[in-house]
């Protein structure tokens, strides 16, 4: 009896280990099948099942989508509703299907089978083992048909029948050695179904939130379409966005919102290309568009424009109507880079410019490239620059009393004579020098040519202010405040001659340093104001505790006043607010006449742009005009040209 008892023992766990193996087995197989089908079915429409008619071109896009999975895939059938073959990888038209399982598919339910395939004739072909699996087809959440994958199978069946064998010569061995051999056994089989079930994660090619391709297919599609460019000698493009401030929408709604964001965001982006370009999700809030076959950068600049136009509508959020922003850098191959690593590196560069200097959407520039050798060769000039005190120069651009038409004061803007780049702007050095650290140099370069030159025009008799913009990386440090004082105290200079602007963003930034040292700018006499007001997010209460005298409204919303947008009211509040708070409120950006007079029925107070003067040398102002304040109009015989 114990005899007997063992052996329907030791039957009972062969054929129950045998039957657990058989079942995972094939729930491994029917998650691969349907990460085929999910894949396949992500590139067919609804339109496409209810014809029943899948065009030339769409029917590479599914042999191309399922180019993944070749290693287990043997073949796949695409079937409508009707039974009608959509899509066969034999390239057969016609066929039917297994009615039985199909109306099972229809009803979302998937069926695996395991089958012996016959290849060559009767004698002297060969065997191989298949799952065949009916997949259950949606679209938009609506089963529209099945798809029928045949998987290679002859692994899993030699792994299942080897684990049999194994635990059967377990069991005649003895009921002790057969418990020990058969854990390990197990163990063994489940490490490698466990090896089984990795390799098709591996092989699961889409984003589990947006069902979008993830990077490991956005890098094997960028592989192929490079490889296709050097053959063809075309161009390929790279897209690269985020979404602008998402962790604050993450922080605020929660983070189910913040995935559904992201599930509609996908959407869109899929909605707005062009055939033949893929949309990937990299990752949290980061997209990828790839753009096979672009003509030219400018093509690809273009695209990346129209993928930010999807950002312009709303994204509903519950009953919460969104308003969302994001950041796009643009590369393109060979133009820019040579290969996929560096082409993805090269759109990360350009989407961190897009993002800094608030462009929207940014194509790639060795200028912004902080390792690029064009940036690296600009320092060192600029190093040379400082050395040499002879190539950087202060211009000066006057500010008009709207109420009177006086000049009431200057600002001074750094300008670089470079030996064989010309006159360059701040906006290509000074985020150079502050990101290397000679921001500090070129502060004090300015701020004793502008106390210097006050001098000058004083022993002129001409007393106007000039304003002097200090970074966020000055205003961390109260030794410019000592500077400033030496300084003035040098040419015995009244402070009051002396103004300094900082941004806003510069303020929020690090209020806690920034501060204390402005109210020893202000305890010192030296009048501060806030420039490019408006694009931060100075609170009220900021405002009133801040030590400042004025704000400048950003020339964003002073250029779009006379075009009748929305700035009028947002220009007409600023004013408001700072006048209710004994601050006084200087427009810059003034192009035109019509602008200047929206300005001066808004009640603000000074203005300055190009409809006055541009920026020009201190040789260019005449001291006799600036004593007698005779800058109101456009400055014609009042400005010298400059040389």
């Known amino acids: 009896m114990s005899v007997i008892g063992m052996l329907i023992l030791g039957c009972a766990l062969i054929v ?92 979302g339910q998937s069926d695996a089978r395991a089958i012996t395939e016959v290849r060559g004739d009767a004698l002297g072909g060969t065997e191989r083992e298949v799952l065949n699996v009916y997949v259950p087809t949606e679209v938009d959440g609506v089963v529209m048909g099945a798809s029928e994958v045949r998987l290679d199978y002859t692994a899993t069946t030699q792994a299942l029948q080897s684990a049999s ?8 061995g003895g009921l002790g050695l057969l418990w020990i051999l058969l854990f390990r056994t197990v163990r063994t089989a489940s490490r490698r179904l466990q090896s089984s079930a990795l390799d098709n994660a591996r092989l699961a090619l889409l984003d589990s939130l947006t069902g979008l391709p993830n990077r490991r297919m956005l890098a094997d599609r960028l592989r192929r379409a490079i490889e296709r460019a050097e053959a063809d000698g075309t161009r390929v493009g790279l897209v690269l966005l985020d979404v602008d401030r998402f962790k604050d929408i993450n922080d605020s709604l929660g983070h189910d919102r913040g995935d559904e964001l992201l599930e509609q965001v996908a959407a869109r982006l899929r909605d707005c290309l062009r055939d033949g370009d893929l949309v990937a999700r990299l990752g949290g809030d980061e997209f990828a568009v790839l753009l096979p076959g672009v003509r030219s950068p400018a093509d690809a600049e273009q695209l990346a424009h129209r993928v930010r136009g999807v950002f312009a509508t709303p994204f509903p959020l519950g009953d919460l109507p969104l308003h969302v922003d994001t950041s796009i850098g643009v590369a393109v191959l060979p133009d820019h880079a040579r290969d996929g690593t560096t082409l993805m590196r090269m759109a990360d560069v350009a989407m961190y410019t897009a ?52 000049t ?42 502008c106390v210097r030159q006050v001098a000058l025009w004083r022993d002129q008799g001409a007393t106007l202010p000039v304003a002097v913009n200090l970074s966020a990386h000055d205003l961390t440090e109260v ?10 105290a040098e040419h015995s200079i009244p402070a009051a001659l002396l103004e300094i602007e900082i941004t806003e963003t510069a303020l929020v930034a690090d209020p806690s ?95 300055q742009g190009f409809w006055y003067s541009a920026a020009v040398p201190a040789s260019a102002l005449a001291a006799t005009d600036m004593a007698a304040h005779r800058f109101g109009t456009k400055l014609t015989a009042s400005l010298k040209s400059p040389q």
């Open 165 to 172: 064998r194994v635990v059967a010569c377990v069991v005649v």
């Open 16 to 107: 129950t280990t045998a039957t657990v193996l058989r079942q995972q087995a094939l729930r491994e197989g029917t998650a691969a099948a349907q990460s085929v089908a999910q894949y396949a079915g992500a590139t067919v429409s609804q339109e496409v099942y209810t014809l029943g008619l899948l065009a030339p071109g769409q029917r590479d896009l599914v042999t191309e989508s399922v180019e993944g999975f070749s290693d287990r895939l043997v073949g796949l059938r695409m079937w409508t509703r009707d039974g009608g073959v959509l899509y066969d990888s034999g390239a057969a038209s016609t066929g039917f299907p297994d009615w039985q399982r199909l109306d099972a598919a229809l009803r």
């Open 479 to 488: 030794t410019v405040v000592e500077l400033i004082e030496e300084l003035l």
């Open 513 to 607: 340093r920034v501060v204390p040292v402005l109210r020893r700018l202000a305890a010192a006499g030296v009048r501060v104001a806030i420039d490019d007001f408006g694009i931060g997010n100075t609170s009220i209460s900021q405002l009133l505790d801040l030590p400042v005298a004025g704000l400048k409204i950003d020339r964003l919303f002073v250029t779009d006043l006379a075009s009748g947008g929305g700035s009028a009211l947002v220009v007409k509040a600023m004013v408001d607010l700072a006048h209710s708070f004994g601050l006084s409120v200087v427009a810059e950006g003034v192009e035109d006449e019509e602008t200047a007079q929206l300005l001066h029925d808004m009640e603000v107070d000074q203005a």
């Open 355 to 406: 993002k800094t200097h608030r462009l929207g959407v940014a194509l790639y520039s060795p200028d912004e490239d902080d390792s690029s050798p064009a940036r690296l060769v600009l320092l060192g000039d600029l190093h040379r620059a400082l050395a040499a005190d002879a190539e950087l120069e202060m211009h000066y651009q006057p500010k008009i009393d709207l109420r009177t038409g006086d």
């Open 408 to 449: 009431v004061g200057l600002e001074a803007l750094m300008r670089w004579r470079h030996p064989t780049r010309g006159l360059l702007p701040p906006d290509l050095f000074v985020p150079l020098a502050e990101q290397s650290g000679l921001i500090h140099d070129l502060t004090r370069f300015a701020l004793r040519s």
